[in-house]
């Protein structure tokens, strides 16, 4: 008998279980940054658009109204952009500023008014146009803010400053994100069967060596274990099909010993007798 009590089987998640929750889980996590990857991708190349329809408008304003703006013809002006704003390229306001005072002619798709603004739209650093997704100043939501430095005969004069709505933008992610999970919900039930599939190849001779060894525990040692595979637990299984010959070669030559030792004794005794 066991001095230290009977022996008890450890609880706990099974290995089949283990297996597959890993490998579903790996299945999700790949799913998941390629999905982030891919809209993380589609949204630097919308708002590259984005950045070009704003360089476009903004080039084209300069081009048609700078020497307007330099000799301060405010109705040339206004009536380009407020042009701009109704040409339907979602285009949600114009605004002109002047570098010196930050004096500034606003249009948005309500009105216009001339307005001094604060620092915030007259940058210092006239060398290089900015775009960025920002909460639209004028109003409400998000837009792309593009800003776009002009000069007139080599003195900068100030900035234009566009906001394109971002209808198109959200439009297009919001596909994305369908066509991602149209193909993705497929491939996640697919990776999940293959995981639990794959779960059960593994555990399953490992429990037919559990099962063998609980049989060779209680004394059958001609159990064999069939498991036909070639890998590190096919070798486990024929060395412990030859553990469990070799244990019953060793049992019967200690039968045989104790039986000849027994038989030893009976005749020592019959002689004494």
Not at 211 to 219: D, L, S
Request: aromatic share 8%; net charge negative; with cysteine.
């Amino acid at each position: 008998m066991n001095p230290e009590g009977p022996s008890r089987e450890p609880r706990g998640v099974s290995i089949f279980l283990k297996c597959a929750t890993i490998s579903a889980l790996i299945a999700l996590i790949t799913l998941a940054v390629f999905a982030w990857a891919i809209v993380r991708h589609e949204k630097r190349l919308l708002f590259e658009q984005l950045k070009e329809r704003g360089n476009l408008l903004a080039s084209s304003l300069d081009r048609v109204t700078a020497n307007a703006i330099v000799a301060e013809d405010w109705e040339s002006v206004i009536s380009q952009c407020l042009k701009m704003i109704e040409s339907g390229v979602h285009v949600d306001y114009v605004v002109v500023t002047r570098m010196s005072d930050n004096f500034s002619l606003i249009h948005t798709k309500d009105n216009w008014r001339m307005e001094t603004l604060d620092t915030d739209w007259s940058r210092r650093d006239t060398h290089s146009s900015r775009a960025e997704l920002r909460p639209n100043p004028l109003g409400k939501g998000e837009v792309l803010h593009y800003s776009h430095a002009f000069s007139y005969s080599g003195i900068d004069w100030g900035w234009i400053h566009v906001g394109l709505t971002l209808e198109d933008y959200h439009a297009n992610i919001q596909e994305v994100l369908i066509i991602i999970l149209r193909l993705a919900i497929p491939a996640l039930l697919l990776g999940v069967g293959a995981a639990f599939f794959f779960a059960r190849q593994l555990s399953r001779p490992i429990s037919t060596l559990k099962n063998f060894a609980e049989a060779v525990a209680q004394g059958d040692f001609d159990h064999q274990v069939a498991v036909i595979s070639k890998d590190e637990v096919g070798a486990l299984a024929v060395a412990m099909n030859q553990m469990t010959r070799d244990l019953k070669e060793s049992q019967r030559r200690l039968q045989e010993s104790i039986e000849h030792e027994a038989s030893l004794r009976e005749k020592e005794i019959l002689l004494k007798e």
